[in-house]
């Protein structure tokens, strides 16, 4: 009797010491991406790119900055999808940031949102103060480029071309003066902002139905370009970054969108990373690629991932992980390895 129970001790212990070594493939200072509430939005074990020991079963993590940082929000106003891009610079705490609105829903005067770290808006901002506060990455989101001076673009357009800054447009959908839709979103045909989005050409925005508008939400998957751009690769193995990704197209609030602007042709280098799933699959989020030194850009196509993404935690974690990931790479820190 002795003996048995000597042998079911050892025999537990064996299994005890099994469980203990492999039921954890969470890479060290990981967050689960749907508990991005820590406090700072931070991890404690820095960046993926570079990690070691990051399996196909990792979880995905809200990462933080190796160093201060700076970004600018502009938006047409205040939004759903700019307050989570907001909220998301809120969460990392290297970043100094600040928001600008062109117009308020009620008011429709210009006005600034929430920021800190650095000066406070009192006017538009101007390519002076990008300069002046190095401002490393840009989110302009929904409005037409032509409500900024040239002066403006020609700052944007110096410190995107140079690295030292990236870029970020959400075109939303546009409707011209009076209502009526537009042919093409003025981005498109803007003498500085069209040369340096990863788009060359868009469908035209007119006809019945129009041309990018769905009746039903359409669902976005990532591409197989998407797993492994540092702007949409949610883990450093894109076996992984796959799986997370998987994730988002199941149960309530599964990403889709109503609206995403109709691309034809990408700029010449350009990576489809997220694509609508139509009758045709038409590019979503697009970047430049992800080549050290060069300029950093990212073009968001769809309206968001769908209003009931906003509400599911799990969602929501999700699409904070990806803002939180754009703002590394366009701030340089997410480089390839």
């Known amino acids: 009797m002795q003996r048995i129970f000597l042998f ?54 809200l990462r933080r900055l190796d160093r201060p940082s700076r970004a600018l929000v502009i938006a047409k106003h205040a939004a759903s999808w700019p307050a989570l891009v907001i909220s998301v610079l809120q969460q990392m705490r290297a970043v100094d940031y600040r928001s600008w609105y062109l117009e308020n829903a009620k008011t429709k005067e210009a006005g600034p949102g929430d920021g800190r770290g650095m000066a406070a808006l009192e006017a538009q901002p ?4 990008l300069r002046d506060h190095d401002i490393e990455a840009l989110f302009l ?17 110096e410190r995107v071309e140079n690295g030292r800054m ?14 009526a839709g537009v042919t093409q979103h003025p981005a498109l045909s803007h003498p500085k902002l069209a040369a340096l989005l990863p788009i060359a050409r868009g469908a ?3 006809g019945t139905p129009l041309p990018g508008v769905y009746v039903e939400a359409q669902p976005l998957r990532v591409t ?3 797993k492994r751009h540092p702007a949409t690769r949610l883990v450093n193995n894109e076996l992984a970054s796959g799986k997370a990704w998987a994730s988002t197209a199941a149960g ?75 703002v590394l790479w366009l701030v340089g820190q997410n480089e390839p390895r």
Not at 126 to 129: H, L, R, V
């Open 126 to 129: 101007t390519g002076q103060y």
């Open 141 to 157: 989101d929904s409005l037409d480029p032509n409500a900024l001076p040239d002066a403006f673009w020609d700052v944007v357009t």
């Open 8 to 61: 079911l001790f050892i025999v537990a212990v064996g299994v005890g010491v099994y469980f203990l070594i492999t039921s954890d493939d969470t890479p060290q200072g990981t967050t689960p991406v749907d508990e991005p509430g820590n406090g700072s939005g931070e991890t404690t074990g820095g960046g993926l790119a570079g990690a070691t020991g990051v399996g196909p079963d990792a979880v995905p993590e």
């Open 204 to 206: 035209l925005i007119q």
């Open 166 to 179: 990236g870029l970020y447009f959400r075109p939303s959908f546009y409707v011209g003066a009076g209502g």
């Open 252 to 326: 309530d609030g599964a990403f889709a969108t109503k609206f995403n602007y109709p691309v034809i042709d990408l700029a010449p280098g350009a990576q489809s990373l997220v694509e609508l799933e139509a009758a045709t699959a038409v590019p979503a989020i697009v970047a430049t690629a992800a080549v050290a030194g060069k300029p950093r850009v990212i073009w968001m196509g769809n309206t968001d991932f769908g209003q009931r993404a906003y509400h599911v935690r799990s969602k929501d974690g999700l699409m904070k992980l990806l803002v939180n990931h754009w």
């Open 224 to 226: 197989a370009q998407g």
